[in-house]
């Protein structure tokens, strides 16, 4: 094997390993913000709150599909809370997964 070989080798599997991390972290961030979201439009069963944001990330990846399945449900529940005040929220709580999978891993 050539050294470019190794170098490509090396740069695929720290590429791989950076990427996993990224999904755990925004995985971490989801549940936190439908915690957070939950508590805020009273729901008793945050677990399937936090399923149902997970999945709708999932489904349509981007920053905006949470933030809208958030948005539409605040709209809808009357829960006062600004758009930038929920983005906030969501870099919060993406700071602290990415802090923690760092510490943890």
Known sequence: ??????REEAYEAKFAHDE???FKAFARR??????????KLGLADANAYVTELISTDIR???EDDVFEK?????DAAGV????????RTMDEFLQQ???EIHTSG
Not at 81 to 86: E, P
């Open 20 to 22: 996993t991390l990224r």
């Open 1 to 6: 094997m050539s050294t470019f070989d190794k």
């Open 80 to 87: 006062a809370q600004s758009d930038h005040q929920i983005r």
């Open 97 to 99: 997964a990415m802090s």
């Open 60 to 62: 349509h990846v981007g």
């Open 70 to 74: 958030i948005r539409g449900d605040f």
């Open 30 to 39: 989801d549940k936190y913000l439908a915690l957070w979201a939950a508590e």
